[in-house]
């Protein structure tokens, strides 16, 4: 199977730690999102025009939340997709909040303090970046509660739920994430940081 990635791609990252975790070798194609021809090429793969995609075969599949899924069903035995109902919903539930939630707000803080002008599209806006604070803050709150009486997010093991929640705090130094009064969501981040998967896939990002 070969990867379509970037290594500053929060969403990439999930699939990628998912796929070290499991021990599954993927052929790792790096996309360069700065480069049209490479943006021309990854549109035929994707018609979002996004990283990571995942081609297994003449099997194309994008959405970083899918492939993950995908990747741990190749697995037997595997325990960080749980084959019970309930307990699968759970880590759906969080997959699907981590994508419609709490990355979207961190990508606002993302662009604003470090992609914009990385891509000449000019300085940060006040206004956006107060708003980017807003949504991070309520979404933090939730995770924050969930995370006070527990080590990981659903049940008592590592999830693909971690993955799916952790990628995109991998911006919070570069863009200053607010997020150090959260204290459970720090602990339980520090946790992560010591899985071999985030290990293997840390880059050093630009400041904003």
């Given at each position: ?5 970037h ?87 969080w ?42 803050h ?36 570069a ?34």
């Amino acid at each position: 199977m070969r990867l379509y990635h970037h290594p500053m791609s929060s969403n990439a990252r999930r699939a990628l730690m998912t796929a070290i975790h499991l021990g599954l070798p993927l052929e790792l194609a790096e996309v360069d999102l700065m480069n049209a021809d490479d943006r021309r090429r990854l549109a035929e793969l994707n018609p979002n025009g996004k990283v990571p995609v995942l081609a297994d075969g003449d099997f194309l599949l994008w959405e970083s939340c899918a492939i993950m899924q995908y990747l741990a069903e190749q697995v037997p035995g595997q325990t960080i997709y749980p084959q019970a109902p309930q307990a699968r919903a759970d880590v759906n539930r969080w997959l699907f909040w981590a994508a419609q939630h709490f990355a979207p707000a961190i990508s606002v803080l993302a662009w604003e303090r470090a992609w914009k002008g990385m891509t000449g599209n000019g300085p940060a806006d006040p206004l956006e970046e107060a708003r980017g604070e807003h949504e991070l803050h309520a979404c933090a709150v939730v995770l924050d509660a969930h995370l006070a009486q527990r080590e990981w997010l659903c049940g008592d093991a590592l999830t693909l739920a971690e993955f799916a929640v952790a990628a995109p705090l991998m911006y919070s130094e570069a863009v200053r994430l607010p997020l150090a009064q959260y204290q459970h969501i720090q602990a339980w981040f520090a946790r992560v940081r010591q899985l071999r998967a985030w290990q293997e896939t840390d880059v050093k990002l630009l400041p904003g």
